[in-house]
């Protein structure tokens, strides 16, 4: 065969591989994903179909009803009651709740972290860029839950995961603290007492609080391993601090 024909046929039998293998994909894709109605929005971040399941969105985590902002990501599912979207299923969580990904047709579980209604939360491997991405960006900009403190970049932190320790650098004056929260990437929260600092050593474990040492009394570790991001909110629910690690 002369080169010129071999390399046309290789060109063609290249694009006919690609277009195959798309074609596999979107066939695969179609054969995963499921249509269905949203008859109920439970919260931010779960709702009920027709059928009676509930939808729990994987990879984000929106703020309790007891939390502020909590009606942003609220808010927006709701635009989908009583219309048809699509789910990819991944697993059954320990509650009953079917966790997937939800399609409508744009990925909702992502689009609610973009717009900052909602932060990533046990996201898959798969898809840790990009969840960490669009928080990041989120956060930058001041979207959402996001917004702002008056004190943003007052404090920096330093985490160390292994010993179940924070140190919180205040570099502004005379912040009071009182009502302020911290938490990690889970439901779990530390609220702070009426204190003032420079710098402060927040622990896991359970102690007696001083002026320079807190201590969050929990039974169990709260900083994950491999990853894992500390977010500071202050009394009005404001951004003040966040530092993530393993994205």
């Known amino acids: 065969m002369k080169p010129k024909h071999a390399a046309i046929l290789a060109f063609l039998l290249t694009g006919l591989i690609a277009s195959n293998i798309y074609l596999f994909s979107i066939i695969n894709q179609d054969e995963t994903r499921e249509s269905v109605i949203v008859a109920r929005v439970i919260d931010g971040d779960t709702f009920q179909l027709e059928d009676g399941r509930k939808i729990r969105l994987t990879n984000i985590n929106a703020p309790e009803k007891s939390?502020?902002?909590?009606?942003?990501?609220?808010?927006?599912?709701?635009?989908?009651?009583?219309?048809?979207?699509?789910?990819?299923?991944?697993?059954?969580?320990?509650?009953?709740?079917?966790?997937?990904?939800?399609?409508?047709?744009?990925?909702?579980?992502?689009?609610?972290?973009?717009?900052?209604?909602?932060?990533?939360?046990?996201?898959?491997?798969?898809?840790?860029?990009?969840?960490?991405?669009?928080?990041?960006?989120?956060?930058?900009?001041?979207?959402?839950?996001?917004?702002?403190?008056?004190?943003?970049?007052?404090?920096?932190?330093?985490?160390?995961?292994?010993?179940?320790?924070?140190?919180?650098?205040?570099?502004?004056?005379?912040?009071?603290?009182?009502?302020?929260?911290?938490?990690?990437?889970?439901?779990?929260?530390?609220?702070?007492?009426?204190?003032?600092?420079?710098?402060?050593?927040?622990?896991?474990?359970?102690?007696?609080?001083t002026e320079t040492d807190l201590y969050w009394n929990q039974n169990q570790n709260r900083w994950n391993n491999d990853r894992d991001t500390l977010y500071i909110f202050d009394s009005q629910g404001n951004l003040a601090h966040h530092n993530s690690y393993g994205y």
Request: include cysteine.
């Open 67 to 209: 939390q502020a902002n909590h009606e942003l990501s609220l808010n927006y599912l709701k635009q989908f009651l009583n219309k048809s979207i699509q789910i990819e299923i991944t697993e059954t969580d320990r509650y009953g709740r079917t966790l997937a990904n939800v399609y409508t047709p744009d990925y909702l579980n992502l689009n609610l972290v973009s717009l900052g209604f909602a932060s990533k939360f046990l996201v898959q491997d798969s898809e840790i860029s990009n969840f960490a991405k669009a928080e990041a960006q989120a956060i930058s900009t001041g979207l959402g839950i996001w917004t702002h403190s008056n004190h943003y970049d007052c404090l920096t932190s330093q985490i160390d995961k292994y010993e179940e320790f924070v140190i919180l650098t205040n570099d502004c004056q005379e912040i009071s603290f009182q009502e302020w929260i911290l938490k990690d990437e889970s439901t779990k929260i530390f609220k702070f007492p009426e204190i003032q600092f420079t710098q402060l050593t927040l622990h896991t474990s359970k102690g007696t609080n």
